[in-house]
T-cell receptor, first 114, second 111 residues
Framework: DVKVTQSSRYLVKRTGEKVFLECVQD?????MFWYRQDPGLGLRLIYF???????EKGDIPEGYSVSREKKERFSLILESASTNQTSMYLC?????????????FGPGTRLLVL | GESVGLHLPTLSVQEGDNSIINCAYS??????FIWYKQESGKGPQFIID?????DKRQGQRVTVLLNKTVKHLSLQIAATQPGDSAVYFC??????????FGSGTRLQVQP
């Protein structure tokens, strides 16, 4: 079974803090993704990566950066957390067989920025 | 999770009945579709997928139907159980590696 893990289930941070969200997958998947999920807005793509050290902006990259130094690990970074970044953050991974491959999700990290 | 459901349409069914959850997609070029289930406090879980060259695909107690003419996708759950209570999302592949997700439907199963 594919397993995607996220470093924290719940996080509370203060405005202006630097925040790291870590995601690890154990299936040697090429692609990894970060989404945020908010009421009424569904899942929105922040960034994704299709290879080590490669990254591509999603639909809402502002205020975020990412790092992919190893194939199994994809980090989401909030350089200076703001209250509007309070959300549920979901990491996913998929194989690289072109378009049309299933994404497998982690359990999510619920972030509260005070 | 719970916070996802504040503005979601809700389908309420009796245990043992069949459920049908619908999804309209926007991109006629989409060639791959997935249904996910998300239980409270958890990440989305893959249920079933279908490619655009198919009209129907069946899994265990679930069937996905694709109508490309009207850009409509549906998920049918047979003999719905309390454990099926969750938010269900459809997702489409719009030509890049990432997916585009629908806003979701909450399924409530009444005992």
């Amino acid at each position: 079974d594919v397993k995607v893990t996220q470093s924290s289930r719940y996080l509370v941070k203060r405005t202006g803090e630097k925040v790291f969200l870590e995601c690890v997958q154990d299936m040697d998947h090429e692609n990894m993704f970060w989404y945020r999920q908010d009421p009424g807005l569904g899942l929105r793509l922040i960034y994704f990566s299709y290879d080590v050290k490669m990254k591509e902006k999603g639909d809402i990259p502002e205020g975020y950066s990412v790092s992919r130094e190893k194939k199994e690990r994809f980090s989401l970074i909030l350089e200076s957390a703001s209250t509007n970044q309070t959300s549920m953050y979901l990491c996913a991974s998929s194989e690289s067989t072109g378009t049309g491959t299933t994404q497998y999700f982690g359990p999510g990290t619920r972030l509260l920025v005070l | 999770g719970e916070s996802v459901g504040l503005h979601l349409p809700t389908l309420s069914v009796q245990e043992g009945d069949n459920s049908i959850i619908n999804c309209a997609y926007s991109n006629s070029a989409s060639d791959y579709f997935i249904w996910y289930k998300q239980e409270s406090g958890k990440g989305p879980q893959f249920i079933i997928d279908i490619r655009s060259n198919m009209d129907k695909r069946q899994g265990q107690r679930v069937t996905v139907l694709l109508n490309k003419t009207v850009k409509h996708l549906s998920l049918q759950i047979a003999a719905t159980q309390p454990g099926d209570s969750a938010v269900y999302f459809c997702a489409e592949n719009t030509g890049r590696r990432a997916l585009t997700f629908g806003s979701g439907t909450r399924l409530q199963v009444q005992p």
